[in-house]
């Protein structure tokens, strides 16, 4: 991967073993440790020398150690994090479930913070206007904006609704740009996982 390639990517090795086209799904599966493999796979690296990639955080994963993550993103050269994989893509009940626990794109945004006080540059992953406006409430300004698990009826009117609203209320958009599984591409300016 060229560095400027990778510089845009999100590093999220608990995902490596599957299928590109089933990460936004298999992301979301309490099935995997995000975090534990993110530690493990940059302890077990060089670090980044140029053109670090955004690490991927789980912000929800109540076993976090944030002293522990931050020694190990430092270590491994990486200057950038977001809050994926995201609570934000579940809905219904299960997104009520979660959110009666704890588990919202406020705590995920606060655990942002954090990490921007430490040092990091974060990127707030946003799937909705109100995940937008909760990211732009919390002090962030970048916003990664994710089209869900399903692609929006209208790709176009998506982004240019949202990605206005964020614009309007001084934050900068990023796209999500998708693998093979057909998610939303269309900005210059483009996230990849």
Known sequence: MSPQRRARSVFLPALEPFPPESWPLVALLPVLDINGALRAALQARRPFRSAPPIA?????D???????????????GITAVVNY???QLFEGET??????????????????????EAGFATIACAVTRRGADAALAAGHR??????GLLPPPDPQAWWADLAGHVAIEG?????WAATASGQVSMPR?????
């Open 85 to 87: 994989p995201t609570v």
């Open 142 to 147: 970048r916003i990664l904006l994710h089209p």
């Open 95 to 116: 997104a009520a479930a979660l959110a009666a626990v704890g588990y919202r794109a406020e705590a995920e945004f606060r655990l942002l913070q954090r990490l921007g």
């Open 56 to 60: 991927g955080l789980f912000a929800c």
């Open 189 to 193: 300016r483009r996230i990849r996982l």
């Open 171 to 175: 934050g900068e958009a990023l796209a």
């Open 62 to 76: 109540p076993f976090l150690r944030l002293a522990d993550m931050v020694a190990a993103l430092r270590q491994a």
